[in-house]
């Protein structure tokens, strides 16, 4: 399977309250509950606990190793609830997809959504559970109303909302070249299924069509974050390993060789680099880097100093927090001394 995600803090929201884990065969959704104390709190404990629960189960039937999953997200939520005075009564939503071959299994709670696109087809396969649901099901309200109800942003159920939960749990048969959307309400609040199934179909790469719904969704005003995961199940059957023609073994030595030289360069470059940044606050000299590569930071602070970067003009404090490069890190003590005496004068 393929497999891209994206997330946006949006327009108006000052934090992101929405956190995303996408390693296949696991796909997480979580939306900390809007309005409620430590949202983002609750949406980081909820997916990871989720995450960790389900990725080390073996050999289990998959839906109950998923009800196992948001159970103890919910239990775990529950709990740094309690702990916390600042995070009492903090919630999140979560959407969940365990890929099993060509099946999908999955968990949700809450108002983020999962989505099926198949051929023309697009299709909303989660159940949404908020008031304004609850209202179209009793036929109270159209879908239409739905959108602009007063109270469209009221939950029902949610991990951390009660000690008991219950999730909603099932499977889905898939056929090669299905999509799965997973989506926050910042989204499917904003832009309609149409619009949704639109970009994705008229953008073929993953991340560009999760670039564009982000996007998209701006574009009407982004009132909330926006967090989206595309998955794809790939055609065809198991990967046919190829022979290799002798002939090509020399280009395979050559081009191994070649990327020797360009990691062995690359290591003498990042150990000659240096940098100013901030560090807790204060501002530092980075010998390598300002990046990071498969979770790995490629620099390392060298010193910290006493200057405070709240103290410095807000254009150093802008350049700072996108890294200054330096040539040298005599040149980088020198560039903090002229700070500190700048602060004492």
Not at 50 to 79: I, P, Q, Y
Not at 241 to 248: F, Q
Not at 254 to 264: E, N, P, R, S
Not at 318 to 332: M, T, W
Request: glycine share 8%.
């Amino acid at each position: 399977m393929k497999y891209a995600s994206a997330t946006d803090v949006g327009l108006v929201r000052q934090e992101n309250e929405d956190y995303l884990i996408a390693k296949a065969p696991i796909f997480i959704l979580a939306d900390g509950m809007g309005g409620h104390k430590a949202g983002d709190v609750a949406s980081k404990i909820a997916a990871q606990t989720a995450f960790k629960v389900a990725s080390a189960a073996t050999g289990e039937d998959k839906l109950a190793v998923l009800k196992k999953a948001v159970e103890a997200a919910n239990k775990k939520v529950v709990e740094k609830s309690l702990q916390v005075k600042a995070q009492n009564g903090m919630g999140s939503t979560l959407t969940m997809v365990l890929i099993e071959g060509l099946r999908a299994h999955i968990a949700n709670i809450g108002d983020s959504r999962t989505y099926l696109l198949r051929g023309g087809k697009f299709r909303q396969i989660t159940e949404d559970h908020s008031l304004v649901a609850q209202m179209v099901k009793e036929g109270k309200i159209t879908d239409k109303e739905a959108r602009k109800h007063p109270y469209r942003n009221v939950i029902t159920r949610a991990v951390g909302s009660e000690p008991n939960i219950h999730v909603d749990l099932f499977s889905h048969e898939l056929l090669p070249a299905d999509r799965l959307l997973l989506a926050s309400d910042g989204l499917t609040g904003v832009l309609k299924d149409s619009q949704i199934k639109k970009i994705i179909v008229e953008n073929g790469e993953l991340n560009q069509a999760c670039e564009q719904l982000i996007k998209a969704a701006n574009a009407k005003g982004g009132p909330d974050n926006i967090s989206v995961i595309l998955v794809e199940i790939e055609k065809g059957g198991p990967v046919q390993k190829k022979k290799t023609p002798k002939y090509k073994f020399l280009g395979a030595v050559l081009g191994l060789v070649a990327l020797t030289t360009l990691l062995l360069a690359g290591v003498y470059l990042n150990k000659n680099s240096y940098y100013l940044g901030a560090n807790k606050r204060k501002v530092a000299l980075y010998r390598g880097w300002p990046y990071q590569v498969l979770g790995f930071n490629l620099s390392k602070v060298k010193y910290t100093s006493d200057v405070a970067i709240e103290k410095l003009d807000p254009a150093m404090k802008r350049r700072l927090r996108r890294s200054i490069n330096v040539k040298s890190q005599k040149d980088g003590l020198e560039a903090i001394r002229d700070m500190e005496e700048e602060e004492l004068n």
